[in-house]
């Protein structure tokens, strides 16, 4: 079974700086997806950005990217030029690639919350 | 309305009570989703209807009873429920398609406390 694992419980930055948040897997697969989910105090989850296993290149969306290391199970999000509405949990998900059922469900780690610090 | 809406979005309730959980998605999309989130716990997935297919964790209790009349709709049943089932329960849906992965789009959620 496919495990996701977010060892930062919760993680401060300064506004304007950067911060990496780390997530690892474990999968038997070798195609899939990967997501990072965004959940404000009280608001509704977000996608924030989405990697392909199948990909090599590393996705970006304006301010966040992320480093995928394959062979490491390796799937970080940086946010860079922090700014105050980027406070909020930040949960990474895995999802397999087959299609159908549960097959579907992501799979998610325990979040890291995020502080920006004025 | 637009998106995936729930309600309600507080629920009080005792453990003797019935009561259901709603869920909307204005999307068309062909999936809908049931995750209980709890602190300190991953997301977990308790039930999904896609394609008509309707597909359980098996570590859901019984107490708790998934209904998709169509859909757009999704509803969770609750009866007798216990104070650990207390959570915030979040509905999501996609586009489910053979090629290519689907985003999940998530409502806000129902804050749940079982006393």
């Known amino acids: 079974a496919q495990t996701v694992t977010q060892s930062q419980p919760e993680m401060s930055v300064q506004e304007a700086e950067t911060v990496t948040l780390s997530c690892t897997y474990d999968?038997?697969?070798?195609?899939?997806?990967l997501f990072w989910y965004k959940q404000p105090p009280s608001r509704q989850m977000i996608l924030v950005i989405r990697?392909?296993?199948?990909?090599?290149q590393n996705a970006t969306e304006n301010r966040f990217s992320v480093n995928f290391q394959k062979a490491a199970k390796s799937f970080s999000l940086k946010i860079s030029d922090s700014q105050l509405g980027d406070a909020a949990m930040y949960f990474c998900?895995?999802?397999?690639?087959?299609?159908?059922?549960?097959?579907?469900?992501?799979?998610f780690g325990t979040g890291t919350l995020l502080a920006v610090q004025p | 309305e637009t998106g995936v809406t729930q309600t309600p979005r507080h629920l009080v309730m005792g453990m003797t009570n019935k009561k259901s959980l709603k869920c909307e998605q204005h999307?068309?999309?062909?999936?809908m989703y049931w995750y209980k989130q709890s602190a300190k716990k991953p997301l977990e997935l308790m039930f999904v209807?896609?394609?008509?297919?309707?597909?359980e964790n098996n570590s859901v209790p019984s107490r708790f009873s998934p209904e998709c009349p169509n859909s757009s709709h999704l509803f969770l049943h609750l009866h007798t429920l216990q104070p650990e089932d207390s959570a915030l329960y979040l509905c999501?849906?996609?586009?489910?398609?053979?090629?290519?992965?689907?985003?999940?789009?998530f409502g806000p959620g129902t804050r749940l406390t079982v006393t």
């Open positions: 990697q392909e296993a199948y990909k090599q």
């Open positions: 999501a849906s996609s586009q489910v398609k053979l090629v290519g992965v689907d985003e999940q789009y």
């Open positions: 999307l068309g999309h062909n999936a």
């Open positions: 998900a895995y999802r397999s690639s087959n299609y159908g059922g549960a097959t579907n469900k992501l799979i």
């Open positions: 209807y896609s394609l008509e297919e309707r597909v």
């Open positions: 999968t038997s697969e070798s195609d899939y997806y």
